[in-house]
């Protein structure tokens, strides 16, 4: 399929790049830290093979999500949008721009996302999972009520905010401990992303701002084959879930959620994603350069769905949700 | 359908059954509790108004597997077997026992089991998730090299080991903190259990004993729709999982593992899931009494699936794996 | 689900209700018959007891087609549509009205449909697959060139055109010899209607008119399945099928094709039209009062499908198809 | 997919090879020919391409069946069997023979099947739809009763029957005039073959001979989809089909049927054929040499199906079929 609009697709600055040295063997890590160093060349070639029209970018991960400084998180997210700005500046045909936020100082984060739709014109952010912060020793997750005027700011300003997943904290990754393998995309990012959506949609959130549009990658981080046991299981008792939100589970997921197919090419899961939540909610990806773009396309592309799902999915639920009109 | 065979099903002790208090609201613990306590009344009632000819019962959670002192927990397990097999003989038409293990003490677990198979007739075995133990201040996976010689004899028996749920440590649960309704059978068990899992894939243990079955509940906890991802993430990279096991995990799934409907009474789920590891591998259980038994049976029974994979799902496969014969 | 829109819902007069009469068993036919003159009373109890808010009404079959006089053709279409505008007059709210169409006779079929377009309010046509005509010994299928200026009127008016289905005449119903139960919605049905919207797409109407909409009932009359098989049958021949159209059958199915749930209630084939044309083409119908509404609605109301497919299936599309507005 | 075994698969001698003429257009007869009489140089290389283990050789269509003079038939079908014999001699392990059959003369085609079956090893037939006979101006369907005791001596031999399609008679496609291109594989070897496969369950021929196995190409030839509908449609009257077999035709269809891929590679209409007749009884072909091998292993080899039901439907389901033990 020509056309197709990619959004959980990364790039890294110099003072980043380093951030994703673990997440690659040795032997790889030169090749991927050459692939996130790059925008215009083998990026773009890699579109035109095959037949990815735009893509949106976000800064590689943790990054800011990963910086306790909360001053540093400021910095560091300001250099970066603006570093996107000039980059998508160059090819606004081609790319656009997601938003790093400081989610360490919600108020900060709430300013920078709107510099960063009003003045640098992206079309929304993508934020690394929970934040750490100096001075304390959990993860912050942002159904926090801290968060919620954030919040009415994405609300407010009506752009989509990506989840994106990183690993847990160390001390809260005893159940992977001897298997280090199980961290990353093989499992942990699933369990953290997932959880961290639950607990927005279970925090009442979405009762208070409705219009909250949430994208989570990779098929769905899994919610998509349990949603029914999260709101159904023990139905003959009285009271199942107790959190105060108002609305079953699944409710939310199908009003405020997108999911992409960042690295999750696989038909069935796509299938079962698309009898859960629909083919109007879900949301082409790649997640390069994490994954590769002909893995990505090539499966999307022949995938056993009917070619006006592969439209919507592939492109045109992507322009509606982020406004990219028909360029 | 008539003549069905579930295998997640539990009874309780008056010594045990209040582990299982945590898992209802207080308005609904006295029904829960009579449901757990009762064997031949309520239970048997229902397996007739609802088509099940067989449960393989098991002792509730998480009972043995809690219990810190090496020797409460075989003496437990032993007491527990003794009541369940004396409970079988009243009605081995009807019911069929699955041995509770100490696990903290893997001759012991051993040796029960042998025990459990030869002298009373069960079945298997089915195992609350991770053991806790005094003077470990973590859990207790099975994967872990002093687990091995009771795998051994397990193979050696040639009988299926459930690995039922339970919820994480208290220390291990902090991304559930403020959510407890995550708890349980709303998500944290399928993490435990799917993670608990890919422990034992990855470890190696089933090129070393590869006649093993070992069955998950819940629609496998997640494992089939995300399988995947644990072995296609980042692709290009020469080496993604490094683990001791020699084989891909889905490999070890397909060949080493089934699952049941056990609280999942999803049809796209079982759909999904028979695209992965296919009908001959998914066995209808219900859960009971955490579950109903017609919410089970009334959706298995109407499911959008063929007749053929209704009956081998329904009752063929437990037949052929639990060697029940054609009574 | 409530709000439902169903528009394959037949009504009959004193004069056409005896044309139903072999499609019910003698001792139902006083049921069905009473179904087919009711429009106030009971048709609307079923549509208030099941969530139908509104439904489309068209003749019962084959009414109009069989009348190879083409006088009265044209003259029992006209009655019949005056009679359907007064009964749609006295519950707009509730229903709506498809035209019967004399196809014998073209220019009086676009006459016709104008009229009950333009000053009825009708929002398109029904008609019951090919003609008999006097005179002519065959069946009059309407991708023949003499159709072709009525396509352009359907076209210009621009309402759906739903192409229902009807007997073969008895010279060409050999291969049913000694099997009439193989008649009617047997089977009979789906050949005559999915080979007659095969011709449509094949001749090259759709090149010339791209803005016509079709109607399939029944799941698409077994279309679904068999799509691909048409278009990619012995690929590697340099030429496979030779007919005037410009595109794949499957361009023409996706784009100038819809398909309702008419008295095909089974999620499995369901869940293939979603897989083939998507769920966006997919309408909740119900083929009362040849089927139950009940049987209908209550399978609907459950089919293993994602909530926001259902919305579309059960209400949104036929709303934006038909121009319903959000009465 | 490595070992698999394909059973629709045609071969032509220099007497039946035109009979397959009016399949392929001009341009492409010099080519279809060519593979149609080859049997051990390209064929057994595109086996050895594309993990092809063994082929159950079948002659072209119409062939035997169009012989509406009865001794031509008897004499073709014993040449034709005695050749394939010879083939098969050369390469018992990579080809088995399933018998050509005069079906104008029951007895001479029970005595022919006996003879494939007992003296040349042949493992079933495959019958290339009605047969023509003089002096008989209408298409014989093998439910009519003078093949039931052909069928009782099928039963006998335990072997199955393949029943492949065939074009209707030009008295009989009257619904194909003016779109020739609709006939043979694109629609007509679908109906034809589906109302056949039909009038065998309606009989009654599945109650006399329950251990009767029929296998259908083409996925089925559309029964899947529609086979709900066969059984269901009007549900609320007293009597829908009146037919003299004794249960409902689905029930036949999952007890008496095996479907094969051969034509049809579709993964969608695999997965719904899944879903209503099971992995059991699905079986991979391709239907070389008017399908590109290729083309179907290439789709079969990464279709969206499970590792398990890739081996049975790819091989394990044939060999037990057919008896071809492991090697
Ligand atoms: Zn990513
Ligand atoms: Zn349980
Ligand atoms: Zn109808
Ligand atoms: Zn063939």
């Not at 996130?36 to 990815?52: F, Q």
Request: proline share 4%; hydrophobic share 45%; aromatic share 10%.
């Amino acid at each position: 399929m020509q056309g197709k609009i990619a959004l959980e697709e990364h790039f890294a600055m110099e003072g980043t790049v380093h951030d994703s040295a673990g997440f690659a063997p040795a032997e790889d890590w030169v090749e991927l830290k050459a692939r996130l160093l790059d925008i215009h060349d083998r990026r773009l070639a890699e579109m035109d093979a095959h037949g990815i029209e735009m893509m949106l970018l976000s800064l590689n991960a943790p990054a800011v999500q990963a910086l306790s400084d909360r001053n540093r998180a400021v910095d560091l997210s300001r250099r970066a949008n603006d570093f996107l700005a000039e980059q998508v500046a160059r090819r606004p045909d081609r790319f656009q721009g997601l938003a790093a936020l400081p989610m360490q100082d919600p108020d900060a984060a709430a300013r920078e996302l709107d510099r960063c739709a009003s003045a640098l014109g992206f079309r929304g952010a993508l934020v690394n999972g929970f934040s750490e912060l100096a001075g304390t020793d959990h993860a912050l997750y942002y159904d926090r009520k801290e968060f919620w005027p954030f919040w009415s700011e994405v609300e407010r300003l009506g752009v989509p905010f990506y989840l994106h997943p990183r690993n847990p904290l160390a001390k809260d990754a005893a159940i992977y401990e001897g298997h280090r393998w199980l961290l990353g995309p093989t499992w942990a990012f699933g369990q953290e992303t997932a959880v961290h959506a639950l607990r927005l949609m279970g925090c009442g959130l979405f009762d208070a701002h409705p219009r909250l549009q949430i994208i989570l990658g990779h098929m769905g981080e899994g919610l998509p084959y349990s949603m029914w046991r999260v709101d159904n299981h023990n139905k003959w008792m009285r009271t199942q879930n107790a959190y105060p939100a108002r609305r079953k589970i699944a409710d939310y997921f199908r009003e405020n959620f997108y999911i992409t197919t960042s690295g999750n090419f696989r038909t069935q899961a796509l299938i079962d994603a698309m009898l859960e939540i629909g083919a109007d909610r879900i949301l082409f990806s790649t997640d390069w350069p994490f994954e590769n773009i002909d893995h990505a396309a090539d499966w999307f592309d022949t995938a056993a769905i009917s070619e006006g799902d592969r439209l919507k999915i592939g492109r045109d639920n992507a322009r509606a949700l982020f406004g990219l009109g028909d360029a």
